[in-house]
T-cell receptor
Framework: AQTVTQSQPEMSVQEAETVTLSCTYD???????LFWYKQPPSRQMILVIR??????QNATENRFSVNFQKAAKSFSLKISDSQLGDTAMYFC?????????????FGKGTLLTVNP | KAGVTQTPRYLIKTRGQQVTLSCSPI?????VSWYQQTPGQGLQFLFE???????NKGNFPGRFSGRQFSNSRSEMNVSTLELGDSALYLC????????????FGEGSRLTVL
């Protein structure tokens, strides 16, 4: 069974600064996808960034980037130039590629607050 | 393109009652997943449907059931409600789920009194 661990229940950052959210996972699979999802207060969850395990290059989406360390089973999210709109719950998630798993496994989330 | 629509958005029930929640996926999406979100347990997987077939089920009691219709719309039902069933129930759709990119609805917030 796969597990996803987010060790930081809450974090805060000042506007315009950089913050890194941690995520570790445990799996015996060799091929999989990793994700960061964002859930703003009282709004729907959206995908922030996706990483395919077979790709060594870290994914980047504008101000969001990841540090993917496959051997360490670590997948952290870096948010640069933090904005007030980045205030949200952030979930790390995992799914094996192929096979018949058909479900995402989520971490328990990190509540990020961006302060003005 | 319309997003994932969940109804009702809010509902209050009493213990022992049953509830049915509905989810309309994004047009063209054939995979629908359901998650229960609570402050203590986070996001827990309930089930996933693809072309009217349940392909995976989470570790929930048999009181939790679901189905998917030929138009990909999905419903989930919880019978004999318990206080611990109070949660935000999230529906997500995707083209095929294999890549894991889910599009979520706003959720149905269930309160059991």
């Amino acid at each position: 069974a796969q597990t996803v661990t987010q060790s930081q229940p809450e974090m805060s950052v000042q506007e315009a600064e950089t913050v890194t959210l941690s995520c570790t996972y445990d799996t015996s699979e060799s091929n999989y996808y990793l994700f960061w999802y964002k859930q703003p207060p009282s709004r729907q969850m959206i995908l922030v960034i996706r990483q395919e395990a077979y790709k060594q290059q870290n994914a980047t989406e504008n101000r969001f980037s990841v540090n993917f360390q496959k051997a360490a089973k670590s997948f952290s999210l870096k948010i640069s130039d933090s904005q007030l709109g980045d205030t949200a719950m952030y979930f790390c998630a995992f799914i094996p590629s192929g096979g018949s798993n058909y479900k995402l496994t989520f971490g328990k989330g990190t509540l990020l607050t961006v302060n003005p | 393109k319309a997003g994932v629509t969940q109804t009702p958005r809010y509902l209050i029930k009493t213990r022992g009652q049953q509830v049915t929640l509905s989810c309309s996926p994004i047009s063209g999406h054939r995979s629908v997943s359901w998650y229960q979100q609570t402050p203590g347990q986070g996001l827990q997987f309930l089930f996933e449907y693809f072309s009217e077939t349940q392909r995976n089920k989470g570790n929930f009691p048999g009181r939790f059931s679901g189905r998917q219709f030929s138009n990909s719309r999905s419903e989930m039902n919880v019978s004999t409600l318990e206080l611990g069933d109070s949660a935000l129930y999230l529906c997500a759709s995707s083209l095929a789920l294999v890549s894991g990119e889910l599009f979520f609805g706003e959720g149905s917030r269930l309160t059991v009194l």
